[in-house]
């Protein structure tokens, strides 16, 4: 029997964190794969051993080669990462490319420039958007094939693995099913993607685009900053843009979850 690898999906939402928290805790995996920059992986393991987590952001302040500022970059890891030293004996990897990470980065300081000066400008530079979520969806593709590679290789000895995953489980799935028994599953349901996102992904299906619906999308992505993230954190604000998309599905104590 093949060894089983589980990709969990896990959101940029806070209620997402606590159903991936709970997962782990639940299936107790003899190896847990972040989606972290393999460089992070010594610091990460410390952390799992004892190190404090004041100390692991301090070490990784000094040490790492995420692009600045570097706290922001694990922010969203950061509930799994203060919860790895409670674990018990699971080893932890992160698997994450590093290159397309730091050009992930890159791309994102861009996305935001550009978020700003159309905001300034109330003009949506069509073309420019268009050229820049092309090249971030390419580099998405080169990251799956280098990142399902390296889970693969580190993956070896491991009788259950958990993988922690955004929305391209899909693709990591297709490449690592040939080795285990994969399964997926989806946390923090039902999620309402951002607009940035639903224009990301209907790129991702059409060779063009209506430029009128990049606009609208790009609009509604400005009126996301400016109504949500200008004013608390980005897991918040996932959060209350989901709970606001979604009042007529969510139960009223999932609203404020």
Same mark, same amino acid.
């Given at each position: 029997? /093949? ?5 969990v999906? $896990?959101?940029p939402?806070k209620?997402?964190v606590?159903?991936?928290? /709970? ?6 995996p ?5 989606n ?8 990460v393991s410390?952390?799992?051993q004892g ?11 000094e040490?790492?080669?995420l ?5 922001a970059w694990i922010?969203e890891?950061?509930?799994i990462?203060r ?6 004996d ?6 994450g490319?590093d290159l397309?990470?730091?050009e ?5 300081v ?11 400008r109330? $003009?949506?530079?069509v073309?420019?958007?268009?050229k820049i979520l092309r090249?971030e969806?390419?580099l998405?593709e ?5 990142e399902?590679e390296?889970v693969a ?13 955004g929305f391209?489980?899909k693709?990591l799935? /297709? ?11 989806y946390?923090g ?7 940035l ?6 790129m991702?299906?059409?060779m063009?685009?209506d430029?009128?619906?990049?606009e609208?999308?790009i609009?509604?992505h ?5 109504k949500?993230?200008?004013y608390?954190?980005l897991?918040?604000?996932?959060? $209350?843009?989901?709970?606001e /998309? ?7 104590w999932?609203r404020?979850?």
């Amino acid at each position: 029997m /093949k060894p089983s690898l589980g990709l969990v999906v $896990k959101p940029p939402t806070k209620r997402g964190v606590r159903e991936a928290l /709970k997962i782990i805790r639940t299936l107790r995996p003899e190896a847990l794969f972040l989606n972290l920059p393999k460089s992070l992986e010594d610091s990460v393991s410390e952390l799992s051993q004892g190190m404090s987590y004041e100390e692991f952001l301090e070490e990784v302040s000094e040490n790492s080669r995420l692009p600045e500022p570097r706290g922001a970059w694990i922010a969203e890891h950061e509930p799994i990462l203060r919860e790895l030293p409670n674990l018990g004996d699971v080893k932890v990897h992160c698997y994450g490319d590093d290159l397309i990470f730091r050009e992930r980065a890159e791309t994102a300081v861009r996305i935001t420039l550009l978020t700003f000066r159309d905001a300034v400008r109330d $003009k949506v530079s069509v073309r420019e958007w268009i050229k820049i979520l092309r090249r971030e969806a390419s580099l998405d593709e080169v990251a799956v094939e280098r990142e399902s590679e390296h889970v693969a290789e580190l993956g070896q000895g491991y009788e259950r693995i958990l993988c922690i995953s955004g929305f391209e489980a899909k693709e990591l799935r /297709k490449r690592l099913q040939n080795l285990y028994e994969t399964w997926i599953k989806y946390l923090g349901q039902p999620y309402h993607f951002q607009p940035l996102d639903i224009l990301r992904r209907i790129m991702e299906r059409e060779m063009e685009v209506d430029e009128e619906t990049v606009e609208q999308l790009i609009r509604e992505h400005i009126k996301f900053i400016r109504k949500y993230v200008y004013y608390m954190p980005l897991l918040d604000a996932a959060e $209350k843009w989901a709970s606001e /998309k979604l009042y007529w599905i969510l139960k009223p104590w999932q609203r404020d979850a």
